[in-house]
């Protein structure tokens, strides 16, 4: 189904030559290789489904048909989906692991300093045993530092795993898979972070909403773009997504998505705070479809095409103008 | 008094439209209490806006270190236990990084740390132009959502529950799988799940049913947007049929939802005969006989 051999005969090929033959002439001057390498690009959104999934994996799969050299890093650990669209061959998987405290009862005297220092209330004191509540454990080591009788040693505990490999026209592909029922994030999306390679453009999709895990995920990025739809909605967490993005001083542009017809709220808004619109892509019933069947939006619907290389253009001025700053 | 029956509706992935149906739906039962526990992204609060606050209460969340340094005697042990990096070389501690373990403020031999409580949210009990209780929530932008808040929110709303004896809580769930969502679920009499006929839709409704059996909770599921895939729907009904899972029905795609909430009202009232108000309606027929039983 998917010809990525023979590239000349694949879609998304044929639509360069057919549709749009200066796209692959402008490519050295607009992409600017060796500028564009070292990019590390965060998707937010603050409300879910707002298509950033989408715009993610479709930008990764342009910018890779640009013969980039690119990383996907899926860090929306609670429900990855780029692996969906972009069908990674997976070819390694690591168990993520987090220090859980193991309490050896022979040493313990049952005196609950671990009990009372621990912050996040995983350890009580039930009887003569303590005993541990692994979820809510954060792995920070203090109950076995302050222990008096040593009876605390660290092990480990598993919280998901980390599985990568190629996708698509060679995309480097991470994503973190948290197991059901467990709430810790933060470390899973640290360790999928560690994979971060050079040389690579990194495409990471950050988790919806504004909380912690948003922050961990964005906080080394070199922009983040927001993406958002006309909606009331969208425009109440976007809001909230934004200050978060400007605490930790980051350029940010906005995509809008499933535009139809102008929402004023949302331009105020953004004229207001300077926020720059980086692309558009319109409400269409067939980019639902092509969604809903797990494809690729520009490789099906080629029209699309130039909403990405829009987007990719306006990213690289967004840094430019950083750089300035 | 009466017994308090407690609903939820949570989709696992973001954008199914839960929202815009949770708040349809609402506006159909009488006699409640509405609980957005989406303190993530509170939006219930748009469409039902409420005319009067009656308290706010801040939320106060975990504790985070900070450095006094003209105690400080540079030792260095803060940096050594500090697990999460937090920490600078010059002895300024990131709040950002900092997950309030307070294993530095315990460990410093000079006790030149302070650790503190940090505000975090605020939860807030309204009225409603109907004269019903909401409550809702709003955490501060980038603290940890560890689902206390969300409890904080069920606590409160159970309260007004009980003092204005009504019987039945609406809980409009938090995106995901993780904390928030757990805390959301505890105890609840029931689960509505909405989602939508894609593979995302799809592969998240799974995780959440896990999740929910986990809890064994009694659940159903709505498909929204029902007509993108038709393909994709069939598969839902597969599934609910060997999970044992209650199918309560299709909303069709409708734009006129997404023009609803841009005039801040439910799709109820701007389009009381379009297709997707008559599902709705349907469905939550069936909640009710669903919720007399439980
Ligand atoms: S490692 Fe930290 S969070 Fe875990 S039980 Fe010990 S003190 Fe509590
Ligand atoms: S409280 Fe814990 S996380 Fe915060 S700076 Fe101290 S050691 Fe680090």
Redesign the pocket.
Known sequence: MYALSAEHEHPISRAFHVMNRNVLIAQPQWLGRDKMDDMRIAFASGKGGTGKTTVAVNLAYFLAYSKQQVQYLDCDVEEPNGHIFLKPHIEEMTPAQV???VIDKDKCTACGE?VS??Q?N??VLILKDVL?FPEL???????ARICPTGAIKEGKRVIGSVEQGKAFLNIDFVHGILNVGEPMAGPLIQQVKHNYKEGYIQIIDAPPGTSCPVVKTIVDADCVVMVTEPTPFALHDLKIAVSVAQTLNKPIGVVINRENGEFKPLMDYLSKNRLPILATIPEDKNIARQYSEGNIIIERLPQYIDNFMELAINIKKLLEIKQFR | MTDIKEMVIVSGKGGTGKTSIAAALTSLFKDKVIADCDVDAANLHIIITPEEVVSQKEFIGGKKARINLDRCIQCNVCRDVCRYDAISEKFVVDPVSCEG?GACYYLCPAKAIDFTPQLAGYCYICRTPLNESFVFAELLPGEENSGKLVAEVRNEAREEAKKRDTGLILIDGPPGIGCPVISSLTGVNFALIVTEPTPTGVHDLKRICDLINHFKIKAAVVVNKSDINPDYVEEIKRYCENEGLTYLGEIPYDSKITEAQKNMTTILDFAPDSEASRAIKEIHKKIQKILEDV
């Not at chain 1, 454990?137 to 109950?143: E, S, T, V, Y």
């Open positions: 220090m859980m405290p671990c220092h621990c996040f995983a350890l541990i454990c954060h792995g920070c080591g203090l109950c | 373990c």
